[in-house]
Nanobody, 129 residues
Framework: QVQLVESGGGLVQAGGSLRLSCAAS????????MGWFRQAPGREREFVGA????????YYRESVKGRFTISRDNAKNTVYLQMNNLHPDDTAVYCC??????????????????????WGQGTQVTVSS
């Protein structure tokens, strides 16, 4: 099973940027899609975005399109979440997750949590107004 460790969270003012990283170990990283989720206080965890195994295809929730970008470096076993123009309602614990299916083509399926095999512990992002 893959192990995931996020980093890069912090406190930022509205309109600012952060880049989160998720380092993976324990299996062949380049064969699996990755996802990012977030959970705000008192709310359910929600899908943020996903990237396919090669990095050539991404998908995002509507509210972050144009502001967030997911990328990956398969040589470094790391996936990134670049967050620009942050809003206070982006405040949440962000975690990465690893797909349970190798070489998946339909990343639209990755909006659903059961499609993921492993989860990181999360990193806090706080956006002040």
């Amino acid at each position: 099973q893959v192990q995931l460790v996020e980093s890069g969270g912090g406190l930022v003012q509205a309109g600012g940027s952060l880049r989160l990283s998720c380092a993976a170990s324990g299996r062949t990283f380049s064969r699996y899609a990755m996802g990012w989720f977030r959970q705000a206080p008192g709310r359910e965890r929600e899908f943020v975005g996903a990237i396919n195994y090669s990095g050539g295809n991404t998908y995002y929730r509507e509210s972050v399109k144009g502001r967030f970008t997911i990328s990956r470096d398969n040589a470094k076993n790391t996936v990134y979440l670049q967050m620009n123009n942050l809003h206070p309602d982006d405040t949440a614990v962000y975690c990465c997750a690893a797909d349970r299916v190798p070489l998946r083509l339909a990343i639209l399926d990755l909006t659903r949590e059961p499609e993921f095999e492993s989860w990181g512990q999360g990193t806090q992002v706080t956006v002040s107004s």
